[in-house]
């Protein structure tokens, strides 16, 4: 079954902190990950896309990497700001199928 | 332009009654998707569309019809609500290749089945 998790599902950190949120998947064989952007009550927005062939894409303070032979992405957030403070969703498209496939969330709190 | 808008942003359902859950996006993508979100979890797939008059069941169709006459509008049906399809309703679109292209969503339907 292609399945894709985010551990740990809550973080709490300090204003300031660089962070790692985590992002595994169960086929490397995929077309695209993308990682979402939560705030409580709304929907999603998409903060950075990863095609199968590349490694990372960065957009800001972000860098998403794709190591599809291990099924790990990362979000990397530099100098973390209590704004930051939402739901991360991390989701995949695999090739067969095509549907976006979402993990179940890492809820950041980034403390001033 | 509005996005992807969804109305109504909430709703309570007694068991057995039935509602549509509206989508629009004014875009001009041709997909377009409706997921549902339980607590604590991620996304799930119910339907889609590649375009007017096109659609396909996703991961959990069960006890939910859509349809897309136009471009701009994908209803979401209900038929004989049950406790289990208390959930958050997320519509979304996209432009172009069959999902590989960025996701918009609108901002959510929360709707519970009592």
């Known amino acids: 079954k292609q399945e894709v998790t985010q551990i740990p599902a809550a973080l709490s950190v300090p204003e300031g902190e660089n962070l790692v949120l985590n992002c595994s998947f169960t086929?490397?064989?995929?077309?695209?990950l993308q990682w979402f952007r939560q705030d409580p009550g709304k929907g999603l927005t998409s903060l950075l896309l990863i095609q199968s062939s590349q490694r990372e894409q960065t957009s800001g303070r972000l860098n998403a990497s794709l190591d599809k032979s291990s099924g790990r992405s990362t979000l990397y957030i530099a100098a973390s700001q209590p704004g930051d403070s939402a739901t991360y969703l991390c989701a995949v498209i695999y090739n067969q199928g095509g549907k976006l496939i979402f993990g179940q969330g890492t809820e950041l709190s980034v403390k001033p | 332009n509005a996005g992807v808008t969804q109305t109504p942003k909430f709703r309570i359902l007694k068991i057995g009654q039935s509602m549509t859950l509206q989508c629009a996006q004014d875009m001009n993508h041709n997909y377009m998707y409706w997921y549902r979100q339980d607590p604590g979890m991620g996304l799930k797939l119910i339907y889609y569309s590649v375009g007017a008059g096109i659609t396909d069941k996703g991961e959990v169709p069960n006890g939910y019809n859509v349809s897309r006459s136009t471009t701009e509008d994908f209803p979401l049906r209900l038929e004989l609500a049950a406790p289990s399809q208390t959930s958050v309703y997320f519509c979304?679109?996209?432009?172009?290749?069959?999902?590989?292209?960025?996701?918009?969503f609108g901002p959510g339907t929360r709707l519970t089945v009592l």
């Open positions: 979304a679109s996209s432009y172009s290749v069959q999902f590989t292209d960025t996701q918009y």
């Open positions: 086929d490397s064989a995929i077309y695209n």
